[in-house]
């Protein structure tokens, strides 16, 4: 016969474990399974996941010419300072549609298809390449992630502008009003 009593144990034992572990003080950042963030700053988290992957792209496009460290730092610094543009473009109303989200996807497809169809013209003996969606599979992306890296680019490339328009608009004012050209240039 079952001994119910005995078929429980093992789970009670594993509840109580992670009881005491949360009861003692230690956060979820702190449990070995999950993580730590990779940076926090602001109230905002950068998370392994996500540093794991820009890391995988930075060493994947840069291969021989910098060195793991470098790899690293430029990882978490492009990840802080998606968090920065993302906060600018909040506080600016900057925002990027589906629409252009699709469109820039749309043509990476097509330049990725024309580059693989030149590739196979080429090369008629290889392999052909994957298509676009297991090419990006095969580096560790998928459409949804493609969609969030352009949808970041697009939008700092806006709050890019719209910094560079407002700048442009002060020098201008300050020229109207006499600043001389030297100090406007100086300062702009």
Same mark, same amino acid.
């Given at each position: 016969?079952?001994?119910?009593?005995?078929?429980?144990?093992?789970?009670?034992?594993?509840?109580?474990?992670?009881?005491?572990?949360?009861?003692?003080?230690?956060?979820?950042?702190?449990?070995?399974?999950?993580?730590?963030?990779?940076?926090?700053?602001?109230?905002?988290?950068?998370?392994?996941?996500?540093?794991? @992957? !820009?890391?995988? %792209?930075?060493?994947? /496009?840069?291969?021989?010419?910098?060195?793991?460290?470098?790899? =690293?730092?430029? *990882?978490?610094?492009?990840?802080?300072?998606?968090?920065?543009?993302?906060?600018?473009?909040?506080?600016?109303?900057?925002?990027?549609?589906?629409?252009?989200?699709?469109?820039?996807?749309?043509?990476?497809?097509?330049?990725?298809?024309?580059?693989?169809?030149?590739?196979?013209?080429?090369?008629?003996?290889?392999?052909?390449?994957?298509?676009?969606?297991?090419?990006?599979?095969?580096?560790?992306?998928?459409?949804?992630? @493609? !969609?969030?890296? %352009?949808?970041?680019? /697009?939008?700092?490339?806006?709050?890019?502008?719209?910094?560079? =328009?407002?700048? *442009?608009?002060?020098?201008?004012?300050?020229?109207?009003?006499?600043?001389?050209?030297?100090?406007?240039?100086?300062?702009?």
């Amino acid at each position: 016969m079952l001994d119910c009593h005995a078929m429980h144990r093992p789970l009670t034992a594993s509840f109580l474990l992670v009881a005491a572990l949360l009861l003692s003080g230690c956060s979820l950042e702190d449990a070995p399974l999950l993580g730590k963030p990779a940076a926090s700053m602001d109230g905002h988290t950068v998370s392994m996941s996500d540093y794991r @992957l !820009r890391l995988k %792209v930075e060493q994947d /496009l840069y291969k021989t010419t910098r060195t793991d460290q470098q790899e =690293q730092d430029i *990882a978490i610094r492009s990840l802080v300072d998606q968090v920065l543009v993302d906060d600018e473009a909040s506080r600016k109303g900057i925002s990027v549609s589906d629409d252009e989200v699709n469109r820039a996807i749309d043509f990476q497809r097509n330049s990725y298809t024309q580059a693989a169809t030149l590739e196979k013209l080429q090369n008629p003996t290889r392999s052909a390449p994957p298509d676009f969606n297991t090419f990006l599979r095969n580096e560790g992306y998928d459409v949804d992630k @493609l !969609r969030e890296s %352009v949808r970041h680019i /697009l939008l700092e490339q806006k709050v890019e502008r719209r910094m560079a =328009q407002n700048r *442009a608009d002060s020098a201008l004012r300050a020229l109207r009003s006499g600043t001389s050209i030297t100090d406007v240039a100086r300062q702009y």
